[in-house]
């Protein structure tokens, strides 16, 4: 090629300099010739080239830096091949690397990578060879997720398997004060992501996850079945039913006799992963495998005291969270099962341990349901209609005795949270059983919490009915006069009953005839306690009075309570109206104590009770807008 006189003068680097200008300018093909005849003759190199072009690399327009690109693209692509060396062929994938990363440039970067054919990954391969540098690992497992993914690489997935696999599972502990700031958990993304990319790597590395899987150590283990999650819905439904049943044999091993409970979680996920590729949503016949399993758990539930049936129950609830046709599956041969194994007489000892695995399950029923992202609601599967009678029967009839009774309250709450599965006269049949376990003659033991959280989610979807049937019963256990000195059950029934209506009525209807029937109770005993200290010597009048005030106090420290709940769970917007419905009314308690004839034996001049009443007022002026 002829050079003009002018160009005769440059030196080498000053011609590359000005056929990129050139070119940026023009387009011109002349000025690319110029730079591959440079590059080709050793004038200078393509990183001389790269050197040029770098204020349009990194230009801030994107149409400067896709220029920039889809020139070095030509010259790489043109240039004779014995001109990359190790060095520049490192620089120049760390080069491109970077540029898929960017929306502007990522079109010409791939096009001059692809443009190479087999030639760039037969040398690609043998580049990152033996690479163990984590920063370049952490560089490469991202060049080799690309290739995967865009490249044709099926003829050398081989290659590809062993310049990959060979890391796997990788173990990394940063120098003290690493400056790259470089983690274990970072390069495992990083190789996860590249393990992952393609289908082709299915039948070459479930083998070796098998084999990784017999490792003795818990983390080990735990990133094989990780990386297992992760790759297996890539790989397909293929790889999975060829190798299905050899990794859930494996994979049982780490649910039913795990290390540890990290260890078995990620065996759940890994089933959950097996059998959503077996078995894909689309399909209604799941795969004869997932019915070995089932049938598996199945056989362990016969023994429900026995440790493995609660690793049973949890298999059983991975396969819940699959797919429509699997979950009809498994209620539809455990929930019988369970039934049948409760109602047996010689089981009777085994009832706890039954109630609380079939509560399991409804709770992931319940899960899977509520899902946001899910598509799937329980009006559209109906899987429990035809198991629903015997399962509010064991349910309520576990409600009356001690050793089932958490497991059926739990029970309870989950069946209240499928949305669309209790009709009104269902629900209002197991709210009647919860009723009779706040009667002060049932033994709740420390499961009052528990009860008082059911009785509340109930309220939120269905107030009326906990407002007809629940507190009736409550505010009846409630006394029109304080118990006597030495009734210390009664006083006991009056404050667990207090501290049930304060948790429990925090929606508006069930705060309001919480306030009427309160504020009412208050008149009640402030006006019948002069009446009774009449003829009774001073020390009687101070013994009742103190018991008198302690129960007022208790009256209004329920109304305290009340709405600091509701304030905490943001159900206040209805306290401003309080103001003018509770404020008045507790005003005149105090000013009509103050003024009575004989302020020594009204309950209201007690400053005790001032000082609870003013947080009443205070808490319900806060919540005012014009406060």
Known sequence: ??????????????????????????????????????????????????????????????????????????????????????????????????????????????????????????????????????????????????????????????????????????????????????STDDLKAALRSCLS????????????????????????????????????????????????????????????????????????????????????AEETSPSPLVATIITECIEILKEPEKSKAQHAIKVLSALLRTTPAIRSLVVADAIPHMMKLYLDPAEAAQRSHIVLQLSNLLLTLREVYAEDNSSTNYAQERLLEAHKDQLIGVISSSLKVVDTRMAALSGTLHLVQISGLLTEEELGYLVQHLNELLEPSSDLQDLKDVLLNLLTTISKTNASLVEQTTLPLLFGNLPDKAPAPDAKAERASYQRTLKCLSTLCLQQALFETLVIRLSTKLELVCSEFPPLAEGKDENEVAVLREHSAAYVHALLQTLEDALDFKSASKLDADIPKYLDRLIPRLYALFVEAATSPKPSLALATDVRLLGVASGVILRVVRCNPSA
């Open 1 to 182: 090629m002829d050079i003009d006189s002018t160009e005769q003068q440059l030196t080498p680097l000053e011609r590359c300099d000005r056929a990129v200008t050139a070119w940026l300018a023009t387009h011109g093909d002349e000025h690319v010739a110029r730079l591959i005849q440079g590059v080709a003759e050793k004038d200078f190199t393509l990183l001389n080239v790269i050197k040029a072009l770098g204020p349009s690399l990194t230009a801030e327009e994107g149409d400067h830096r896709s220029r920039g690109v889809e020139l070095l693209s030509t010259v790489l692509e043109k240039c004779p091949p014995e001109r990359l060396d190790k060095h520049s062929t490192h620089v120049l994938l760390t080069f491109y690397q970077q540029k898929l990363d960017d929306s502007d440039t990522i079109v010409p970067a791939l096009n001059v990578l692809k443009g190479m054919g087999d030639e760039f990954l037969r040398k690609y391969v043998s580049l990152v060879d033996g690479e163990k540098d984590p920063r370049n690992l952490l560089l490469l497992f991202s060049i080799d997720r690309v290739i995967l993914i865009e490249w044709e690489v099926k003829s050398y997935i081989e290659d590809f398997f062993d310049v990959t696999f060979c890391y796997f599972p990788i173990t990394f502990k940063p120098p003290p004060n690493d400056p790259y700031k470089i």
């Open 197 to 280: 990319a393609s289908p082709f790597f299915g039948t070459l590395a479930v083998p070796l996850f098998l084999e990784k899987l017999a490792a003795t150590t818990a983390a080990v283990k735990q990133d094989v079945l990780q990386t297992m999650s992760i790759c297996l819905p890539v790989y397909g439904p293929a790889v999975a039913r060829k190798f299905g049943s050899t990794i859930w044999d494996a994979v049982k091993i780490e649910i039913f006799q795990p290390i540890d409970a990290e260890t078995e979680k990620t065996a759940l996920e890994a089933t959950t992963a097996l059998v959503r590729t077996l078995s894909p």
